[in-house]
């Protein structure tokens, strides 16, 4: 006998996290309205209040989902290499995903939740980087190194650059190291 598969029904929670993340993290905080969140979700307004406390608390808990960096979790040996990898991934023309790369791009200059923002890259990223880093300077030797790889993958995705978009992984991944080493070797 075998047992039919069910799938759960999302909550209307759920749909909210869903549509809000897709939102937010394309077009930004202070270019989507409640309506357009609860319309693309297909609830009512008011539970944005209900759930989260209204639009702030469901941008919040889209941030909550936001993984560290991965890059951070190698040992110091293996940190350039899993920095550059976690930017230096396959460019999909066809995708607009929603990801955390996105909502970086898309929120950092709104003006309610640019700070916020400043911090996670601060507090989540370079922080973490310059005390795995370590050494003289490593504060900016780590602000030079996040410089490098935001800077491609801005070049890479949203400028398109067809040199570095259409390069070959293997290549972009070692002339991204020559540049990342380049970075972490400052000595100002």
């Known amino acids: 006998m075998t047992k039919a598969l ?4 999302p909550t209307t929670r759920e749909k909210l996290l ?3 993340r897709q939102l937010f993290w394309t077009r930004g905080y202070s270019n989507v309205s409640v309506r357009d969140i609860t319309g693309a979700a297909g609830v009512d307004a008011a539970l ?13 808990a889209t941030l909550a989902e936001v993984a560290p960096w991965e890059a951070l979790a190698a040992d110091r040996d293996g940190l350039l290499a899993a920095a550059v990898a976690s930017f230096t991934h396959p460019v999909d023309d066809h995708c607009e995903a929603a990801t955390a790369f996105s909502m970086l791009l898309s ?17 989540g990223m370079a922080d973490p980087l310059a005390d ?6 490593a ?3 780590a602000a030079m190194l996040l ?14 650059l067809g040199a570095l978009k259409d390069m070959p992984l ?4 070692q002339l991204t190291t020559h540049l990342a080493e380049a970075a972490l070797g400052y000595r100002g």
Do not use: H, W
């Open 139 to 141: 504060a900016e030797r």
């Open 48 to 60: 944005v209040s209900r759930y989260f406390g209204g639009k702030q608390g469901l941008f919040e």
């Open 107 to 123: 929120n950092v200059i709104d003006p309610e939740m640019g700070p916020r923002i400043q911090d996670m890259v601060q507090n």
């Open 18 to 20: 869903v549509a809000a």
């Open 6 to 9: 069910t799938t759960k029904a």
């Open 147 to 160: 410089a490098v790889l935001f800077g491609l993958a801005l070049m890479r995705k949203n400028f398109r």
């Open 132 to 137: 795995t880093i370590g050494g003289p300077r």
């Open 170 to 173: 293997e290549e972009l991944r």
